[in-house]
């Protein structure tokens, strides 16, 4: 069998164990095995195609995979809608106890209650949004 057609079932057997793994480290060698098959295609000798298909994976897991390891990396989930409000300050605009109130999160005036339903917080204090229940902020006051 010739050198090249080895070297191409190697590129190819690293390519599908890839698939598998997402490390991009068998991807990467695969490319170089499948560089390697063109020059080994080429009729170069094999100690030339060794050092071909070293360089090449070197080059590959030294330079590139530490770039498609940071793409492929999840981004951690950003918090949007009402979620997003959570942790925020809010003002109180009408006096909030356990069961009503209403306070100014961010320009825009919400229902609020009072997350510890024993606390009356006064006007104009200021509170953090611990959670949000449907269309009503429940809050703590600041300390």
Not at 31 to 58: C, E, K
């Amino acid at each position: 069998m010739d050198d090249w057609v080895i070297w191409l079932v190697l590129a190819v057997t690293l390519g599908v164990a890839e698939i598998f793994t997402l490390t991009a480290a068998l991807g990467l060698l695969g490319v170089s095995a499948l560089i390697t098959s063109l020059v080994a295609a080429l009729g170069l000798p094999m100690p030339v195609q060794l050092l071909v298909f070293t360089a090449a994976s070197a080059a590959g897991l030294l330079l590139i995979r530490p770039i498609a390891t940071r793409h492929l990396r999840q981004v951690p989930m950003q918090r949007f809608g009402v979620q997003a409000l959570v942790g925020k300050t809010a003002y109180v605009v009408h006096e909030v106890n356990g069961r009503e109130g209403r306070v100014r999160i961010g320009g825009e005036e919400w229902s609020a209650r009072a997350y510890d339903e024993t606390l009356v917080i006064p006007e104009g204090a200021a509170v953090d949004v611990i959670e949000i229940e449907g269309a009503t902020a429940l809050v703590y006051p600041r300390e």
